[in-house]
């Protein structure tokens, strides 16, 4: 059912499809993994605090077909702290004021949205707005809404995630 959506979104918008393809339920806080058209895993994440929305400083997680368009931080050690996706020490070096934060750890995968005006371009677009999925230190979040508008994942997980998946794996994240 979920893959069918994938491939349907794919088709409607003339994308190709990728090796592996990602579903993101918000309503479920769950990323699917598909490798082709089998279902190989399911990762619990956070998505935003907010509602879901593409608008840009709305913090909210966008919906819709994105790529991944950019991996950072392979092979950094897990923990590591990603700031303007540069590495910066691991989180137990951070201050306690920064450890406070939900911090951006581990591994980045930046999507950018597919579909013209509703995640592409202007005000809604995902690229722009640097929208990751990406690791936290705020693991024990992670199965409840606690993003700025990212993907979270537990940090083991997204290295994990990362080292399967491709830089151009289609991703598609839905409010069902």
């Known amino acids: 059912m979920i893959y069918k959506k994938i491939v349907s979104k794919c088709n409607e918008l003339n994308v190709e499809l990728s090796q592996h393809l990602l579903f993101v339920s918000i309503a479920k806080e769950k990323l699917y993994l598909f490798e082709n058209d089998t279902l190989i895993k399911i990762y619990d994440v956070s998505t935003s605090r907010n509602p879901p929305s ?8 966008p919906i819709g077909l994105h790529k991944i368009d950019g991996k950072i931080g392979a092979n950094a050690p897990l923990f590591t702290v ?3 996706r540069i ?3 691991l989180v137990s070096e951070q201050t306690q004021e920064e450890q406070a934060k939900n911090l951006i750890t581990t591994r980045i ?14 005000n809604v677009d ?7 999925i990406h690791g936290t230190n ?3 979040k992670i199965g409840t809404p606690n993003s700025h508008g ?12 990362f080292d399967v998946v491709n830089d151009g794996t289609i991703v598609l994240i839905s409010m069902e």
Do not use: H, I, P, W
């Open 54 to 61: 593409c608008v840009e400083n709305s913090n909210g997680t």
């Open 82 to 84: 990603f700031r303007g």
């Open 87 to 89: 590495a910066c020490g």
């Open 109 to 122: 995968m930046r999507l950018r949205g597919l579909e013209e005006g509703k995640n592409a371009g202007g």
């Open 126 to 132: 995902t690229y722009n707005r640097y929208v990751y």
């Open 138 to 140: 705020q693991e024990d």
């Open 150 to 161: 990212c993907v979270l994942l537990r940090n083991n997980e997204v290295a994990e995630l």
